[in-house]
């Protein structure tokens, strides 16, 4: 069973409170999203490091229930 564009924003929200999410079903099959997270949090940390908050958040189930995430992350403009 694929995921939700909801289900994957719960999961992002629930470790990153106050994040901009957004989510883009990009094949339509639920298995294949685009996510862009902005968050406060990401600030001064690598690229690397966000995306590995990011796919934390998901629980183990990148590559499993969830099976492509084009991911962008950034801390807002200031």
């Known amino acids: 069973m694929a995921m939700t564009a909801q289900e994957i924003e719960d999961y992002i929200r629930t470790a990153l409170p106050d994040a901009s999410i ?3 079903d990009l094949a339509g099959d639920g298995d294949h999203y685009a996510c862009t997270v902005v968050c406060e949090s990401f600030r001064g940390l690598s690229r690397v490091r966000q995306h590995q908050i990011v796919y934390a ?3 183990g189930h990148m590559g499993g229930k969830l099976h492509a995430l084009a991911l962008q992350t950034s ?3 200031r």
Do not use: C, G, H, W
Request: charged fraction near 20%; glycine fraction near 0%; charge should be negative.
């Open 22 to 24: 957004s989510i883009e």
């Open 57 to 59: 958040a998901l629980q």
């Open 75 to 77: 801390a807002p403009d």
